[in-house]
């Protein structure tokens, strides 16, 4: 079992930057790859990913050890789904679709044991180094545990400040896809009223002491997200990498083949 990784979030909250990748194959291959290519976090999803909670457990046990630190996409915002990935390992969790700082309260709650939330304490799981490391993680569990909630509506938008002053949430992170179509604006990532949203998160996560992040589709992007304040980035998936490496190498190969023909 790795240690309780502390650094990580401190270093969020400092406005490090940091590089990561959705992993929605539910493949710990792809984890382990991901994590051996030196990506400094990575988002284990299950709203959208095809990967099961045993899948989940099986990547967390592959990333032990390894640098790169786990987040757990929820599918809901539900309080045993919490209890289930912060039992098995998990160091943070993303929180869907969160449209109010009531919502965010909620998630923070289910989060911190008592006297400081309502999760529900456990001596012999693996969150807990199977009860060697209990009393510690016990006490200072929020010191290391990273809260991120995704802003995807317009509605969470017009709640930003109270979201992004909770305390214990520590990102605002955007769903651009979601967020996009809410706003009435498909994928149009140049449009005036996503490009004053994007803005309107930084701002609030600076004001509140909270980092900013965002989920960008190909790297060319990270510089100018950096640029814009979003310092947590997680840039594609593990299959969407995939596709597009095979895809480059079919290319690549073909334009080869058909040259070689003539």
Known sequence: MSSIDYEFKRQVLAGEPKIGSFMNTGSPIAVELAAQAG??????????????????????MTVAGQKTFPVIRLPFVRQEYFKKAFDMGAMGVMA????????????????????????GVAVSNRGAQFGARFAEWLERCHEATLVIVQVESRKA????????????????????????????IPQQWDH??????????VAAAKKHGKAAGILGFKPEQAPGFLAEGFTL??????????????????????AAFEAHKA
Do not use: C
């Not at 095809?50 to 990547?59: F, H, I, K, P, Y």
């Not at 989060?111 to 400081?116: D, E, F, G, K, V």
């Open 192 to 201: 005036p009223d996503f490009i004053a949203a994007k803005a309107a998160v």
């Open 39 to 60: 990506l400094d976090w990575m988002t284990l999803d299950l709203e959208h990913g095809m990967g099961s909670w045993d899948r989940v457990l099986q990547q967390l």
């Open 96 to 119: 869907p679709y969160i449209e109010t700082a009531e919502q965010a309260a909620e998630v923070v709650q289910f989060t911190r044991y008592p006297p400081r939330g309502i999760r």
């Open 233 to 254: 980035q997680s840039i594609g998936s593990d299959g969407g990498n995939l596709y597009a490496g095979f895809r480059n190498l079919a290319e690549k190969a073909g």
């Open 157 to 184: 938008l017009e709640n930003l400040d109270g979201i992004a002053a909770t305390e214990g949430v520590d990102v605002l992170f955007i769903g651009p896809l979601d967020l996009s179509v809410s706003l009435g």
